[in-house]
């Protein structure tokens, strides 16, 4: 059974110019490198076995790179996009951004202004009182928690922090005392 050949890609001169700039660039990331020198390699001719091993990847690698590049050129995208990954799918928000402000605005109250007799919020407190109010119909205390950690915010660190310790604020007081005489 006859193998049949890839599909010919050429390259104008401005995109073959581009890429050597693209890989040649310290910043590049070098997944997008190694898809430059992929597209590169299959303007010379090359087929995807040959490219495969010269670059040291799988031939559904090249495959793929050379399929892409084809599928998006007559976009005229910049060639950096061009070789950039495709957006995946995923699952939706499971909470609006309204929620999750909510959220994080009850994260920054006082435990005692909703009756709770703690000295601070954790995430499983912060969930059950979410959905006391009615804010979310459900949520973990985990996902609280992930929320929170992505928006570097610590309940359980406010008293701290709107009140440095008094060791703290004394050694700030002699600092400014000692360089002021």
Same mark, same amino acid.
């Given at each position: 059974? $006859? #193998?049949?050949?890839?599909?010919?890609? !050429?390259?104008?001169?401005?995109?073959?110019?581009?890429? %050597?700039?693209?890989?040649?660039? %310290?910043?590049?990331?070098?997944?997008?490198?190694?898809? /430059? #020198?992929?597209?590169?390699?299959?303007?010379? /001719?090359?087929? %995807?076995?040959?490219?495969?091993?010269?670059?040291?990847? @799988?031939?559904?690698?090249?495959?793929?790179? #050379?399929? +892409?590049?084809?599928? +998006? =050129?007559?976009? %005229?995208?910049?060639? $950096?996009?061009?070789? $950039?990954? =495709? *957006?995946?799918? /995923?699952?939706? =928000?499971?909470?609006?951004?309204?929620?999750?402000?909510?959220?994080? $605005?009850?994260?920054?109250?006082?435990?005692?202004?909703?009756? +709770?007799?703690? @000295? !601070?919020?954790?995430?499983?407190?912060?969930?059950?009182?979410?959905?006391?109010?009615?804010?979310?119909?459900?949520?973990?205390? #985990? !996902?609280?928690?992930?929320?929170?950690?992505?928006?570097?915010?610590?309940? !359980?660190?406010?008293?701290?922090?709107?009140? *440095?310790?008094?060791?703290?604020?004394?050694?700030? +007081?002699?600092?400014? @005392?000692?360089?002021?005489?």
């Amino acid at each position: 059974m $006859a #193998r049949l050949a890839p599909t010919p890609l !050429h390259l104008t001169d401005s995109e073959r110019t581009d890429l %050597h700039t693209l890989i040649n660039r %310290h910043s590049t990331a070098q997944q997008i490198a190694l898809r /430059g #020198r992929i597209i590169l390699l299959a303007d010379e /001719g090359k087929n %995807h076995r040959e490219i495969a091993r010269e670059l040291n990847i @799988s031939r559904d690698m090249a495959r793929l790179w #050379r399929q +892409r590049w084809l599928e +998006r =050129a007559p976009t %005229h995208l910049p060639v $950096a996009e061009r070789l $950039a990954d =495709a *957006p995946r799918p /995923g699952g939706p =928000a499971t909470f609006t951004l309204e929620q999750t402000l909510q959220l994080f $605005a009850l994260a920054c109250e006082n435990p005692a202004d909703s009756r +709770r007799p703690i @000295s !601070h919020w954790t995430p499983r407190e912060l969930a059950d009182e979410m959905v006391k109010r009615g804010i979310v119909e459900s949520i973990s205390p #985990r !996902h609280v928690g992930r929320l929170l950690a992505e928006a570097d915010l610590k309940p !359980h660190q406010v008293q701290y922090w709107l009140n *440095p310790p008094p060791t703290q604020s004394l050694m700030r +007081r002699s600092k400014t @005392s000692v360089t002021s005489t």
